[in-house]
Each structure stands twice: as C-alpha cells, then as structure tokens.
C-alpha cells in the first residue's frame, strides 16, 4: 500500500503539495487522503478540485484519518506545535522551511520525532534544483579548492508580501522568508555550521503600503570552514521585473569559482497578457516547475518544486516496507532544519542589536 497522507495548509504553496501527491496516486507512490485549513472557502475549492477528504481542524483530521505521513504548509510560526501534535500522534513528517523560528523550537521537534521514531523532512527544495545539485557535485570533489568567500541574492517582486499574504508578511521578513533557502544552501555546498553573524536591514517601502516588515536584510555569515557569505534578500522589488523572483550565488575559492544565476534558465517570453499586467518581457524558471500533459491527458506538474515533495512520499514507503530512519539516503533532516534556523535567528538578532552575533 501506497503511503496515505495529509496536507494541512493549502495555499499558495500547499496546492503544490497537493499536486504532488494527487500525480504520485496516478503510479500508485502515494495517496491523497485528506487536507486540513482554516480558510473554509479555499479548502472547499481545493477538495472539488483534487477530491480528497477535507477538515478545518488538523487535529480531527489526524484522529478521524489512518495516515502515515502529513505535510505541514503554514505559516512560519505555526509549524511547530503541528509538527509535535503530528509527531507525537506517530506520523512521519514533511514541514516547510523554515522548520521553526527559533533554535529551541526546532530542537523541540528534533526531539518529537525521534521519541516517536518518526521521519522528519524540511522541504528545502533548493536542494533539489539540478543547478544547485551539480554545484554540490562538483564542490564535493574539490574541485574548487578551500571555498574561501561567496555572495548570494534572493528577492522577490513586491507583489508576494503586499497581495499574497499581507498579514503574514508582517510576522516574517525577507530573511525567514527567502534568506533561509540560501542559508542552507551554503551549509550544505560548504558541509560547514554558521559561527558568527552580522546584519543590516532597511524598512520603508513594505510600511508605506500598510506591510509592517523590513523591505530588505543583508546578513555577513562566517562558517566554521573559515568561509564567509554575504546574503542579500528582499521583496520589493518592482511589479514590472521580468520574474517572480530574482536569485543567484557566487563561490571564490583557492582554486576556482563557481556561479549559478537561478533567476535566467533561459525562457524569455513577452504575450499581450503581460501588457495588461503592465509587464513586457518576462523570464521563466521551468526547472521549478513545469506543466504537461500525459498520454492519458491528465495534468502533470514537473521540477524541483515538486521533486523535494517526491523524495518525502518515496521515504515515507521506504520506512512502511522496513527501512529504518538511519538506513534512509541523505535528505534535508530537522537537524538541517536547524542549523538554518540558527543562522536566520541569529540574523535577527544581529538586526535587533546592531552587533556581530556568535551562533
């Protein structure tokens, strides 16, 4: 049997959970039983679109369900008591980035996990971008020598904070929000821990809107490697760029540098639906995610947006067949989860303060 699992979020991004698990029942890797949201109206949309069994409340989900494995796709500062309800309830465990919004928070649901012997998986899909994991590759095999500093951006277009969650946004900030994804990049390309920390941010344009959040955070991160990595993230920038988000990273080391643009894979379009969004050229990331059509007809989501969701369900059936948790190939663990929350936290702590903070 099929691992049996629960969304619980269905938003902007739980709908790519959905997808995922709704096309993984077309090979028999998964089954979409049951989701769980606040939001009545969208919840009763997702179920007429993907027909699974639909609860406002996670908690009668789980009770009233015989899952094995839940997805948690909410906000930031509610994944925590899901993720220990869950874990405590013995279901194995897929959560969004960041894990937790503090260090203790996510060595809570480290420790959850393990007194229940349950898989938990961050969904850092960056991991699992074919850029990125041929950078990996090659940094592995040193083939750049001792990585010695690096730079990295991520910003999004204003219209994420401003329409897709103005009242989340205001709990999060570009660093939680984008930053994460790049800190665990480096911790993992680097295979090093966060030491030290200094950061700087801006507020202006976010609260001129009615978006009480800081517009843009740059954060110095020194490893334990002696490696060093600037971060600059943001979510302001104009309706009228030509992508959702604008993102890149550059490593300089003894023998060499690598540099990855993951903004430009390529893809340029301009359509006179662009002009009424008042947008001309736009570029496109179709290694995130792509559309087609299988020889049945049925809609198909492809790249590493839906690959790290994947790489969950397969783990999940690994463990019901007999694998145990330690036998599983290397995936974005909550001690992952972790170490990435302690930088973003120590970022914030670094904006609080106005100083160098040590991790």
Known sequence: MPARIGVIGVGTFGLNHLRAFRQLGYVGSAQLVAAADLNDQLLEERQAEFGMKAYTDYREMIEQENLDAVTIVTPDPLHHDIAITCAEAGLHILCEKPLDVTPDGCQEMIDAAARN??????????????????????????????IQYGYAHMEDRIEVPRDWFPGWAQRSSPAWFL????????????????????????????????????????????????????????????????????????????????????????????????????????????????????????????GYGITSIADFAENVNLLLEGTKLDELAPYPSGLDGLRATQVAYAVHESLDRGTVITI
């Not at 012997?117 to 940094?139: A, C, I, S, T």
């Not at 800081?214 to 490696?227: E, I, N, W």
């Not at 600059?232 to 890149?248: H, M, R, Y």
């Open 179 to 302: 930053g994460i994804h790049f800190y665990d990049l480096a911790l993992w390309w680097l295979g090093a821990a966060g030491k030290t920390v200094y950061a700087t941010g801006q507020k202006g344009k976010l609260s001129s809107l009615g978006v009480d959040t800081l517009d843009s955070v740059q954060a110095k991160v020194q490893f334990d490697t002696g490696a060093t990595v600037c971060f600059d993230t943001s979510w302001i920038l104009p309706d009228g760029f030509e992508a959702i988000v604008n993102q890149g990273i550059r490593l300089v080391g003894t023998e060499g540098l690598i540099e990855c643009d993951s903004q430009d894979r390529g893809t340029v379009t301009c359509s006179t639906r662009y002009e009424q969004e008042k947008r001309g050229m736009m570029t496109h990331n179709p290694s995130f995610l792509r559309e087609i059509t299988d020889r049945r007809g049925r809609q198909i989501f492809e």
């Open 117 to 146: 012997n349950v898989l938990l998986q961050v969904d850092f899909h960056k991991r699992f971008d074919e850029f990125h994991r041929e950078m990996k590759r090659r940094l592995d095999l040193g083939e750049f020598g001792t």
